[in-house]
């Protein structure tokens, strides 16, 4: 099975940017479709971007423009570029691969003057 951890968390003001980090432990990376997804308390957890192990992406639509998700196969990482960050963007956010049967801790990513 393979282990995630997600990093890069924290507390940003409206229109800054985060870099959130999921390194992931096992030799199959590289050919797992990787995503980023958040949750706030209340709501159900929302898909925010996947990429594929070719490296295509796709993004939710709120997302698109701001958000860029990347992977590098040699690290195991897969990363979330946020830019232009909303308080609406406030969530804890998890990464995942697809087929997984767990989620991890997540990093909490607050945006707020």
């Known amino acids: 099975q393979v282990q995630l951890v997600e990093s890069g968390g924290g507390l940003v003001q409206p229109g800054g940017s985060l870099r959130l980090s999921c390194a992931a432990s096992?030799?199959?990376?590289?050919?797992?479709?990787m995503g980023w997804y958040r949750q706030t308390p209340g709501k159900q957890r929302e898909w925010v971007a996947i990429i594929r192990s070719g490296g295509s992406t796709e993004y939710a639509d709120s997302m698109k423009g701001r958000f860029t998700i990347s992977r590098d196969n040699a690290k195991n990482t897969v990363y979330l570029q946020m830019d232009s960050l909303k308080p609406e963007d406030t969530a804890i956010y998890y990464c995942?691969?697809?087929?997984?049967?767990?989620w991890g801790q997540g990093t909490q990513v607050t945006v707020s003057s």
């Open positions: 995942n691969y697809a087929g997984a049967s767990s």
């Open positions: 096992g030799s199959i990376f590289s050919i797992l479709t």
